[in-house]
């Protein structure tokens, strides 16, 4: 009879539902229930397949078209579970984020106005043995992903240490830059420290004006072409983040188009934000840039003229879009809205840790003077994103997909001065009032 | 069985969710539309004018990702231009929608089987000079085609044409089916009333619901 194991790419977490499991060359992650989750420790040894009728064949189909199993070859490693952590968080906060945010620096080489990264004293920023520390600490808590940024990162000399520490404790590193620094040298280092996904930061359309800030994002525009044929040769995956602005939306069409013919397949859209503590710029800058409602609709009206030709995908931000899927089709794909402090959070250059890059002020504590895992228990002013009354009960109160999407905190917050104010300019909210 | 009444010890065995990351998520979601009968010329019309579709007896709309899904309206509207049954599937997720003329009494007896877990389950609406009954179902990876054939819209409505017949010969069992498996209830005063034998559709529907 053949035998049949977990794949050893394959990372597993107890949780309070019962567990995750996460395919760390594939990027799936399952969230199982208890049975399920048994079974799936069971596997870290080889077994046979369950005979159909027994409760755990159902599994098995999907769980084999997933890679999650694979037949077994005698005397291969198993992958650990986790089957020794402490705190299993309560199921609407996970035990240990799913991905942790590093702005590993402050430090960029450019300054787009409306930049969230607070300032730091760049002598201050955690120093490498820190941050492998942080890593081994993320490790025992069975972190799947480790999402590097900025600021930018590659200014940053011991990246490529950091990132293949990060591969070799299990924790799968993927990489954002604005692409200015990204040549074929950079690149298979990158591919050498285990990068999955590397992506890109591109915030517009070239400006008219040279000299100021559309300087830099033409030069940037110019940076990304050229980093991106060499990128789309390599091994590495690659995105595009796109920060979609009322000023860029005429012109999406065009510039989807034009990432398509550079070769691209993967687009993020990201909706512009406020940061936490605004300067009179930021301030300007989000006002001038942010999306009303009739510019998320336009944007909708995009996305579907083109999914199917790019692979494309939202922040959580935009969850609101998805607003015509059934509430539990949206639980089965993971669409969770606004994750801060509860399957995210964000670790800034100098230890502090926040529940996302939105809400840096915020702040749980230090990773420098406690360990991680306590703050991230502790959740020290992030009760309120960690409350799974709060959504239905704030601006979100009668969506029918509260739940899944719950507006963006950092929107709800600078619109309504709260948390749960929810979103004013939710395009999904308004069609469920008119209706 | 997934069933989730209070007191029972029925072991559940479920993947909750999937997240892609980093791989192209290629679902879609499906809607067919089934006519028995052949449609009016005055149904043909309405459906021309809503769909833009010529009118046959078996429409198909196919919609890919996240952005773009049928207009909210026109499963209500085919359901009352003639067309007898909806057959769907989104993400694994599969529901039949079954359009019979209004009947206040068969709707009466109807109403106490209505029941839903996490979207799964069945309940009932007016539409019209309709009630429309939906049956929701999650099923496993494949399992769609293993349970219905190689093309399981055809197969569920085939079987779901059987449904009509057994509701319209006074027959619930197959809405009771759908309560062994996806009702809850905290007490017996709530519980409906149980339909056995099961009739060959539910025994079907049933059998799916608990394998797969």
Same mark, same amino acid.
């Given at each position: 009879?053949?035998? +049949?194991?977990?794949?050893?790419?394959?990372?597993?977490?107890?949780?309070?539902?019962?567990?995750?499991?996460?395919?760390?060359?594939?990027?799936?992650?399952?969230?199982?229930?208890?049975?399920?989750?048994?079974?799936?420790?069971?596997?870290?040894?080889?077994?046979?397949?369950?005979?159909?009728?027994?409760?755990?064949?159902?599994?098995?189909?999907?769980?084999?078209?997933?890679?999650?199993?694979?037949?077994?070859?005698?005397?291969?490693?198993?992958?650990?579970?986790?089957?020794?952590?402490? &705190?299993?968080?309560?199921?609407?906060?996970?035990?240990?984020?799913?991905?942790?945010?590093?702005?590993?620096?402050?430090?960029?080489?450019?300054?787009?106005?409306?930049?969230?990264?607070?300032?730091?004293?760049?002598?201050?920023?955690?120093?490498?043995?820190?941050?492998?520390?942080?890593?081994?600490? &993320?490790?025992?808590?069975?972190?799947?992903?480790?999402?590097?940024?900025?600021?930018?990162?590659?200014?940053?000399?011991?990246?490529?240490?950091?990132?293949?520490?990060?591969?070799?404790?299990?924790?799968?590193?993927?990489?954002?830059?604005?692409?200015?620094?990204?040549?074929?040298?950079?690149?298979?280092?990158?591919?050498?420290?285990?990068?999955?996904?590397?992506?890109?930061? &591109?915030?517009?359309?070239?400006?008219?004006?040279?000299?100021?800030?559309?300087?830099?994002?033409?030069?940037?525009?110019?940076?990304?072409?050229?980093?991106?044929?060499?990128?789309?040769?390599?091994?590495?995956?690659?995105?595009?983040?796109?920060?979609?602005?009322?000023?860029?939306?005429?012109?999406?069409?065009?510039?989807?188009?034009?990432?398509?013919?550079?070769?691209?397949?993967?687009?993020?859209?990201?909706?512009?934000?406020?940061?936490?503590?605004?300067?009179?710029?930021?301030?300007?800058?989000?006002?001038?840039?942010?999306?009303?409602?009739?510019?998320?609709?336009?944007?909708?009206?995009?996305?579907?003229? +083109?999914?199917?030709?790019?692979?494309?995908?939202?922040?959580?931000?935009?969850?609101?879009?998805?607003?015509?899927?059934?509430?539990?089709?949206?639980? &089965?794909?993971?669409?969770?809205?606004?994750?801060?402090?509860?399957?995210?959070?964000?670790? +800034?250059?100098?230890?502090?840790?926040?529940?996302?890059?939105?809400?840096?002020?915020?702040?749980?504590?230090?990773?420098?003077?406690?360990?991680?895992?306590?703050?991230?228990?502790?959740?020290?002013?992030?009760?309120?994103?960690?409350?799974?009354?709060?959504?239905?009960?704030?601006?979100?109160?009668?969506?029918?997909?509260?739940?899944?999407?719950?507006?963006?905190?950092?929107?709800?917050?600078?619109?309504?001065?709260?948390?749960?104010?929810?979103?004013?300019?939710?395009?999904?909210?308004?069609?469920?009032?008119?209706? | 069985?997934?069933?989730?009444?209070?007191?029972?010890?029925?072991?559940?065995?479920?993947?909750?969710?999937?997240?892609?990351?980093?791989?192209?998520?290629?679902? @879609? @979601?499906?809607?067919?539309?089934?006519?028995?009968?052949?449609?009016?010329?005055?149904?043909?019309?309405? *459906?021309?004018?809503?769909?833009?579709?010529?009118?046959?007896?078996?429409?198909?709309?196919?919609?890919?990702?996240?952005?773009?899904?049928?207009?909210?309206?026109?499963?209500?509207?085919?359901?009352?231009?003639?067309?007898?049954?909806?057959?769907?599937?989104?993400?694994?997720?599969?529901?039949?929608?079954?359009?019979?003329?209004?009947?206040?009494?068969?709707?009466?007896?109807?109403?106490?089987?209505?029941?839903?877990?996490?979207?799964?389950?069945?309940?009932?609406? *007016? @539409?019209?000079?309709?009630?429309?009954?939906?049956?929701?179902?999650?099923?496993?990876?494949?399992?769609?085609?293993?349970?219905?054939?190689?093309?399981?819209?055809?197969?569920?409505?085939?079987?779901?044409?059987?449904?009509?017949?057994?509701?319209?010969?006074?027959?619930?069992?197959? *809405?009771?089916?759908?309560?062994?498996?996806?009702?809850?209830?905290?007490?017996?005063?709530?519980?409906?009333?149980? *339909?056995?034998?099961? @009739?060959?559709?539910?025994?079907?529907?049933?059998?799916?619901?608990?394998?797969?």
């Amino acid at each position: 009879m053949d035998a +049949w194991r977990l794949s050893e790419a394959v990372s597993l977490r107890a949780e309070a539902f019962g567990g995750m499991a996460f395919h760390r060359e594939r990027g799936v992650t399952l969230e199982v229930d208890a049975e399920a989750y048994r079974f799936l420790c069971t596997c870290l040894q080889p077994r046979p397949l369950p005979l159909p009728g027994e409760p755990p064949a159902r599994l098995v189909p999907q769980l084999a078209h997933l890679g999650f199993l694979v037949q077994a070859e005698a005397d291969l490693e198993q992958a650990q579970a986790a089957l020794d952590i402490t &705190w299993l968080g309560d199921g609407f906060t996970l035990s240990a984020p799913e991905t942790v945010h590093l702005a590993i620096t402050a430090r960029c080489n450019l300054s787009c106005p409306g930049c969230y990264v607070p300032p730091f004293d760049v002598r201050g920023e955690l120093t490498t043995a820190e941050l492998r520390g942080l890593i081994d600490q &993320w490790a025992a808590m069975h972190v799947f992903q480790l999402a590097v940024g900025g600021g930018e990162p590659l200014l940053r000399e011991d990246l490529f240490d950091v990132l293949a520490y990060a591969r070799e404790r299990g924790i799968v590193p993927n990489l954002t830059t604005n692409g200015l620094l990204l040549d074929s040298g950079v690149i298979r280092r990158l591919e050498r420290a285990g990068v999955a996904r590397v992506n890109l930061s &591109w915030n517009g359309i070239p400006s008219q004006s040279k000299g100021g800030p559309g300087d830099g994002q033409q030069r940037q525009g110019r940076s990304i072409a050229q980093a991106l044929r060499v990128l789309l040769d390599s091994a590495l995956q690659v995105g595009i983040n796109l920060l979609v602005t009322p000023s860029l939306l005429p012109h999406l069409g065009q510039v989807l188009a034009r990432l398509r013919t550079l070769g691209v397949r993967w687009v993020t859209i990201l909706r512009p934000k406020p940061p936490a503590a605004p300067s009179e710029i930021s301030r300007a800058w989000y006002e001038a840039n942010r999306l009303r409602r009739a510019d998320l609709l336009r944007l909708r009206d995009v996305l579907s003229a +083109w999914q199917g030709v790019l692979h494309l995908e939202v922040d959580s931000a935009l969850a609101g879009l998805m607003g015509h899927a059934e509430p539990a089709i949206l639980r &089965w794909r993971g669409v969770y809205g606004c994750a801060a402090g509860r399957r995210i959070c964000t670790v +800034w250059p100098d230890g502090s840790v926040t529940p996302c890059s939105f809400l840096a002020d915020l702040s749980a504590g230090n990773a420098r003077h406690t360990s991680f895992a306590e703050l991230w228990e502790r959740g020290k002013n992030w009760e309120v994103l960690r409350d799974p009354t709060a959504r239905p009960q704030g601006g979100c109160a009668g969506c029918d997909i509260a739940l899944q999407c719950g507006g963006a905190r950092c929107v709800a917050r600078y619109e309504c001065g709260d948390l749960f104010g929810g979103d004013a300019e939710c395009p999904h909210c308004r069609e469920a009032v008119s209706a | 069985m997934r069933g989730n009444k209070s007191g029972d010890q029925e072991v559940t065995i479920r993947i909750l969710s999937i997240q892609h990351n980093f791989e192209a998520d290629h679902s @879609s @979601s499906s809607y067919e539309f089934f006519a028995l009968d052949k449609l009016t010329p005055e149904q043909r019309a309405g *459906v021309q004018d809503l769909t833009g579709e010529s009118p046959r007896r078996h429409l198909r709309f196919h919609y890919m990702g996240d952005w773009r899904d049928i207009p909210s309206d026109w499963p209500d509207k085919l359901l009352t231009l003639g067309y007898d049954i909806m057959v769907s599937e989104s993400y694994d997720w599969w529901a039949v929608h079954l359009s019979l003329p209004h009947d206040p009494e068969l709707m009466g007896r109807l109403q106490q089987y209505e029941c839903d877990s996490d979207g799964n389950g069945f309940r009932l609406e *007016v @539409s019209g000079d309709r009630m429309v009954l939906y049956f929701g179902m999650q099923l496993d990876y494949g399992a769609a085609y293993d349970a219905f054939g190689e093309d399981p819209f055809e197969g569920l409505a085939d079987l779901f044409e059987g449904v009509r017949s057994e509701l319209f010969a006074g027959d619930l069992s197959v *809405v009771w089916a759908m309560c062994e498996t996806y009702g809850g209830y905290e007490d017996e005063e709530t519980e409906p009333e149980p *339909v056995e034998p099961l @009739s060959p559709s539910a025994g079907a529907l049933l059998n799916v619901m608990e394998n797969y």
